[in-house]
């Protein structure tokens, strides 16, 4: 009678509506735990290769950087720098062009499935390259007010530059430009708000106040509150006493004169002093890499730009 009963309540189990809703929901739960695990290992996967292809980048930018000083600091720079930015890294081929203008980066480290291991998928190799490029920039949003006039910079000794014409050795000529009504005295402290490009042409500057300009710049080199302070051969990127310069073919003094922006190019200003001569800024002009479009028919002037290629 009992057994009886069960096979009953079996048969019932079986054929009943309700038996019918409990295996599709048996059956649906196993599928969205299923889809949820594939989900999660593609996810992770996606996620770790993310973050592979961005320690890359950052490592090629770092390299790149360098790369324009020095190539076996680049070098060094990069390899000490993805250890650090990615974890278990089991391959790292770093590869520089013989005109030191592309560095390429290739990392991998290996990846295991969290859910998708037990169904049997086996583990793999995570690898991402990337290139930078460097060279001439085509632009630049930030310049200071003064032009230079193009010539070979030298970047292993240090320069005065004055709005005067001098005979003292190592006396370079820069221009006061007029960009706009107000702006010479904010483009020193902050840099020139709109975006000027090679080709451009620019204009002297005729009226301003030399103690004004002066001024200006102390308030530059006091807003480098780095430590230990910087100079020509050790300095934080992007420090105040960096100034980003256009390079025009001919400075002119007449206001009516156009002056054509032929490339840029960074000088690191050491100190700053007004003589009765005019405006000297002391300082070095720098091998240096901003973020900026990047122009091969550009000369560098000792600045470039970097683009990652993938
Ligand atoms: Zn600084």
New binding site residues.
């Given amino acids: 009678m009992i057994n009886m009963q069960k096979k009953v309540n079996l048969k019932q189990f079986i054929f009943s509506t309700k038996g019918s809703s409990s295996i599709v929901v048996v059956c649906s739960a196993v599928m969205i735990l299923l889809t949820a695990a594939l989900v999660t290992d593609i996810g992770y996967a996606a996620f770790e290769r993310y973050k592979l292809s961005k320690g890359a980048k950052e490592v090629a930018k770092i390299g790149a950087a360098e790369l324009i000083k020095n190539r076996e600091t680049a070098v060094r720079m990069m390899k000490e720098n993805a250890v650090q930015k990615v974890s278990s890294l089991s391959e790292m081929d770093i590869k520089i062009s013989d005109n030191h203008r592309e560095i390429s980066i290739r990392l991998g480290k290996p990846f295991e499935y969290i859910f998708l291991g037990y169904a049997g998928i086996q583990s793999k190799e995570l690898k991402e390259g990337v290139t930078a490029r460097l060279s001439g920039i085509s632009q630049y949003k930030g310049i200071r007010p003064f032009a230079v006039e193009k010539q070979n910079f030298r970047f292993d000794q240090d320069f005065i530059l004055s709005n005067q014409k001098s005979e003292r050795p190592n006396s370079i000529r820069i221009r006061e430009l007029d960009l706009g009504n107000g702006d010479f005295e904010s483009s020193i402290l902050y840099g020139f708000r709109k975006n000027l490009k090679a080709g451009n042409g620019v204009y002297p500057l005729n009226e301003f106040s030399k103690e004004q300009t002066e001024q200006c710049i102390k308030q530059l080199l006091d807003k480098?509150?780095?430590k230990p302070?910087?100079t020509p051969e050790n300095?934080?990127r992007d420090?105040?006493?960096i100034m980003i310069l256009p390079v025009v073919g001919k400075l002119q003094d007449e206001n009516q004169e156009i002056m054509k922006i032929e490339g840029f190019t960074a000088f690191f200003i050491k100190n700053t002093n007004t003589t009765k001569q005019g405006l000297v800024l002391e300082g070095r002009f720098l091998k240096y890499t901003v973020d900026s479009r990047i122009n091969d028919a550009v000369p560098d002037f000792g600045l470039m730009g970097i683009e990652l290629i993938q």
């Fill in positions: 480098c509150k780095h302070r910087c300095y934080q420090c105040s006493r």
